[in-house]
């Protein structure tokens, strides 16, 4: 019943994950009493994601040019690498701001069984940059399923014997939750990983 | 941390009703995994409605011509008329198929505190439709709230003396509903505008 413009906006919406039908319509509805000004900024990034968005050369994280500003910055500690799964993740760290080295992005997790293997993800280009740049320590944080353990296990193997420390982060209860509603799994490694008061 | 194209992406997703910071991050990021066909389909019905989208010059539904297709339908009941505060009401109507007569979209609620009068609204041109189209009946199908029982009130007033048939749509337990969790107003509503077995 609606016109063609709006059923095309609510199928264009209905892509995003997570979105129903009825939260599309909604959306789509919304778009009429946005400003030229709104969509015409929505128009032209929307585009750009297509033209102007690009991996960085050395961590993949997501940029616009070459080089992340990340990478870019010449404050940030180049001896450390956080390895992550997904560009997205990086963000995620970048707003706590304690960590202040550099990143390294897989662009996925070994999953055999999905057809994915070491060569299908960025692992050869991470011991191009640990050798290359004296990397000292690399932090793996990747999230703690078969596929990311699989991963940690792939990458601590493949760079024994050099010189590296390789670390992963704590996982554990989390911060405010009530121990009563974690399982047993969580809760297993969190008393096994536990830390000492100095 | 996020290039300019995304940042924005995300300040565009954020001017959309109940979408907080995280969602617009996710939503931005799901587009850099839409293919061309989408994005151009998404940035073409964007700029559409600011330039294709015009309300309808009988019933002030949405259309992309100067009559809406309900209006142009031959089949439709002509002597019938729905009277609802916006068009997006309309598709509801549409959705359960079995009102077969025409809109007619106020375009709000008379509202005094908020500044919106008779005239504000869509009122002067349900009353030319009424007279120029032989109209039998008009359905009140706005919600009943304070803005709502006084438009309908103001309307069902300047009909007075009028040849058309003024009614509403019946408010009371939603079906499904728990009696046990309805509000004593609708209750009231229910018991007074209960229907007799015939």
């Known amino acids: 019943m609606y016109p ?50 690009k991996t960085c050369k050395n961590c993949g ?5 070459d080089e992340c500003v990340i990478c870019k910055d010449k404050t940030r500690d180049k001896t450390m690498l956080c390895v992550v799964e997904e560009s997205k993740n990086i963000a995620l760290f970048e707003k706590i701001g304690s960590f ?9 997790l070994i999953s055999p069984l999905d057809g994915i293997n070491p060569e299908d993800i960025n692992i050869s280009s991470l011991l191009n940059r640990i050798e290359e740049n004296k990397i000292k320590e690399i ?3 990747v999230k ?3 596929e990311g353990e699989t991963t940690a296990l792939y990458i601590r193997k493949i760079l024994e014997g050099k010189d590296v420390i390789i670390s992963k982060i704590a996982h554990g209860v989390p911060m405010g939750a009530d121990i009563d509603y974690i399982d047993p799994l969580t809760l297993e490694i969190a008393l096994s990983d536990r830390t000492t008061f100095s």
Chains 1, 2 share one sequence.
């Open 4 to 53: 063609k413009t709006i059923t095309n906006l609510i199928e264009c919406f209905k892509k995003f994950p997570g979105i129903g039908e009825k939260t599309a319509e909604r959306l789509a509805l919304s778009c009429l009493e946005m400003n030229e000004e709104t969509i015409e900024l929505f128009t032209n990034s929307l585009k750009d994601t297509k033209t102007k968005i």
């Open 61 to 65: 994280n997501l940029c616009e040019d």
């Open 100 to 108: 202040n080295g550099l990143y390294h992005v897989l662009g996925g």
């Open 139 to 141: 932090i793996l944080a």
């Open 144 to 146: 703690p399923t078969v």
